[in-house]
C-alpha cells in the first residue's frame, strides 16, 4: 500500500541514493521549485546522494546549465542522467542510421548533433538531410509544442512505408512550462508507432537511462538497488520506470496528475490518490503532494 507523506526527511534515511525527475518535481519549466531543492540538499548534507534522471532530450552539460538559469543550486546534486545522452549515444552508434530527419527546435539540433565523447572511436557520421533522403528520423520534440501530434501523420505515413526508425530522445508525452502544458517527443512516438511505425526509446520508463544513471551513480560509490528510491510525477515513466527496474517509487501527486486529487494540490485526497493508483495498477512505495 502506498504510503502518503509530508516531506522527504520521513523516508530518506532508508535510501542511500535518488533517482531524481526534474521538471514537475524540481522545477516547472520557468523557476526552480525552492522546497525541492533544499530537499536535496539537506539530503546531500546526510551523505545521500542524488542523481538527477531526466528525459529531456538535451545532454547532461547542457541540462546543468539549464538548471542553474532556474535556480537549482549546484549543490542540490551530484550527477545527470538524460535521456538525451543515452539516445545519443544510440544514434552516433547507428541505431537509425548515418543520414537522419530531425523533427525538433533548431536549439534542440544544435546541442543534439553535437560530437559526443562517450562512444568515442565508434561513433558515426551523422548528417540531418530531408526526410525524403533519411534512412532514418531521430525527434527531440515537435517542431511546435502546441501543435496536436498529429500533423506529423503525412511524414510518419511515408517513413513508415520507407521502413524508417524513429529515434525518440524524450518519451514524455506531456510537460507543463509553467502554466502551459506542451507536448513532447513522446507523444510523436507513441503516433508512430500507433501508425506501425517503429519507435526506439532510450528514456523513462525504459531501461537504458536506469542503466546510464546507475553508472553516473557508480561513479560516486557503490549502492545497492535495495538502497535506491525513484522520485517523480510522470505515472508512466518515473513510477512504471522505477518499477520494473525493481526500484522503490515516491509519487509526486502535485505535477502532472495533480487535479486527479481534489483541488488543492498541497493536500491530495488520501481516498481519490489510493482509486486513482488502483486504476493504473501502480503502486508506489509513497507519495507525497511536492518534493519538500
Excluded at 530531425?102 to 562517450?118: K, N, S
Excluded at 525524403?132 to 515537435?142: H, K, M, Q, R, S
Excluded at 557503490?222 to 510525477?233: L, R, T, W
Aim: proline share 6%; aromatic share 8%; with cysteine.
Amino acid at each position: 500500500m502506498t504510503k502518503l507523506i509530508q516531506s522527504l526527511s520521513e523516508i530518506s534515511t532508508n535510501y542511500d541514493a535518488l533517482f531524481v525527475d526534474l521538471w514537475g518535481c524540481v522545477h516547472n519549466g520557468v523557476t526552480a521549485y525552492p522546497d525541492a531543492a533544499a530537499a536535496l540538499q539537506t539530503y546531500r548534507k546526510g551523505g545521500g546522494k542524488v542523481v538527477l534522471v531526466t528525459n529531456s532530450p538535451r545532454p547532461w552539460r547542457s541540462v546543468a546549465e539549464q538548471l542553474k538559469g532556474f535556480g537549482v543550486a549546484d549543490d542540490a546534486y551530484d550527477a545527470i542522467a538524460t535521456s538525451g545522452d543515452s539516445a545519443r549515444a544510440a544514434m552516433f552508434l547507428g541505431a537509425v542510421g548515418s543520414k537522419v530527419y530531425h523533427i525538433g527546435t533548431p536549439d534542440e539540433r544544435d546541442v543534439f548533433f553535437a560530437p559526443m565523447d562517450l562512444v568515442g572511436d565508434e561513433a558515426m557520421e551523422i548528417t540531418p538531410v530531408p526526410l525524403t533522403e533519411a534512412e532514418g528520423i531521430v525527434c527531440t520534440g515537435p517542431f511546435d509544442a502546441m501543435a496536436d501530434p498529429s500533423v506529423n501523420r503525412a511524414d510518419f505515413l511515408y517513413a513508415k512505408q520507407k521502413g524508417m526508425k524513429l529515434l525518440c530522445a524524450n518519451p514524455d508525452i506531456v510537460v507543463d512550462r509553467g502554466e502551459t502544458r506542451e507536448w513532447c517527443a513522446g507523444a510523436l512516438a507513441a503516433l508512430y508507432t500507433d501508425m506501425g511505425g517503429e519507435s526506439l526509446y532510450f528514456g523513462k520508463p525504459h531501461p537504458p537511462i536506469y542503466d546510464l544513471a546507475r553508472r553516473r551513480l557508480a561513479r560516486l560509490g557503490s549502492v545497492s538497488d535495495e538502497s535506491i528510491i525513484c522520485i517523480g510525477d510522470g505515472i508512466g515513466t518515473d513510477v512504471m520506470g522505477g518499477l520494473g527496474e525493481g526500484l522503490d517509487t515516491l509519487f509526486i501527486t502535485g505535477g502532472l496528475a495533480a487535479k486527479e486529487f481534489g483541488d488543492d494540490p498541497a493536500n491530495p485526497d488520501p481516498a481519490r490518490l489510493s482509486t486513482w493508483l488502483s486504476e493504473q495498477n501502480l503502486a508506489p512505495t509513497a507519495a507525497i503532494s511536492f518534493l519538500r
